[in-house]
């Protein structure tokens, strides 16, 4: 590794103790800057032992802050130091592949990326390996994601192994990113309004005896609403606050379009029904003329966002 001065790693602390040694002596060999943050966590952090490791340096949360505050604490500690140029997030359980950070890191030496993640579904073999409820569960948020945060191209969002470069994570509201298991999916969406381009590396995940800290029954209803809020704040900033372009003409007029449609069609429908009567097939035809037009502007809207995902940098 011929870039560990500019590496900094945050390795996000909880119930792990187990795990932390070997994750810190696997990453010790790519950087020379590791941020363990302790996130007051139950099982207690071996300090002791990790005093063996120079380039370790431990922070304390006051309070739980959940997986996302533990991280932007850890960023924020290594963003103050001037070697440091691509920051790491590596997690303490033992999942992450250590041997992959090469491969984050570098598009992000070169300048040809902004951010890189890992992306678990590339690799059928090891998608196999993969619980299956884990599995189910980030396909599907993973295409709402999409639509979300505006990266199209991405995929396994909720991948928490990315590196991103101390410029652009600088560049980032941090205020709007969430410190719970909506961090990295709040993340990528800050990403967007800064156009960062983002690339994926394909891994595989580790499973190993670890327990996670994920209450399963709450990620539906925690992802679905925050995932909601994310794309209309997005929607609205892209297309009537930072700019106005077609997209927007297409939305606006889409909807305008379908919805009229669709109460013309019902209005009448109830009325003629009232009346125990046929409603006209000049009336049916005009509230379906205006459900396809407004429909087909509605996917010209999408095509259109598809097309404004932040593109690379330079050529691979």
Not at 79 to 84: K, M, S
Not at 270 to 294: D, E, F, Q, R
Request: glycine letters at 6%.
């Amino acid at each position: 590794m011929t870039h560990r001065s500019q590496i900094g790693i945050v390795i996000p602390y909880y119930n792990a103790q187990k795990h932390i040694i070997n994750v810190v002596t696997k990453a010790s060999k790519y950087c020379n800057y590791i941020v363990i943050v302790d996130d007051d966590s139950p099982d207690e952090l071996p300090v002791n032992s990790l005093q063996a490791f120079t380039q370790v340096h431990v922070l304390k949360n006051p309070e739980n802050l959940g997986v996302g505050g533990a991280t932007l604490a850890g960023i924020k500690y290594l963003e103050q130091i001037p070697e440091v140029a691509v920051i790491i997030k590596l997690d303490a359980d033992d999942q992450m592949d250590t041997s992959y950070i090469p491969l984050l890191v570098e598009p992000l030496i070169s300048y040809k990326a902004d951010f890189s993640k890992g992306n678990r579904f590339r690799d059928f073999r090891a998608l196999k390996q993969m619980p299956w409820l884990r599995r189910f569960g980030n396909l599907f948020l993973s295409f709402l994601s999409k639509m979300a945060t505006g990266y199209w191209n991405c995929f396994d969002f909720n991948n928490g192994y990315f590196a991103i470069t101390k410029k652009m994570s600088l560049q980032l509201d941090k205020l709007k990113i969430s410190h719970n298991y909506f961090f990295e999916t709040s993340l990528i969406s800050e990403l967007y309004f800064q156009k960062a381009f983002i690339k994926e590396i394909p891994m595989p995940a580790l499973y190993g005896d670890e327990s996670s800290n994920m209450k399963l029954f709450k990620m539906p209803f925690l992802f679905s609403v925050n995932l909601l809020k994310k794309f209309i704040a997005r929607i609205w900033k892209s297309y009537f606050v930072y700019d106005f372009n077609i997209g927007t003409i297409y939305l606006v007029f889409g909807l305008l379009l379908f919805l009229s449609g669709v109460v013309f069609g019902a209005f009448n429908w109830y009325s003629y029904a009232s009346k125990n009567a046929l409603t006209p097939l000049g009336t049916i035809m005009i509230s379906a003329l205006l459900v396809i037009l407004g429909f087909q502007l509605i996917l010209q809207a999408i095509q259109f966002d598809i097309l404004q995902t932040p593109k690379k940098l330079s050529d691979d």
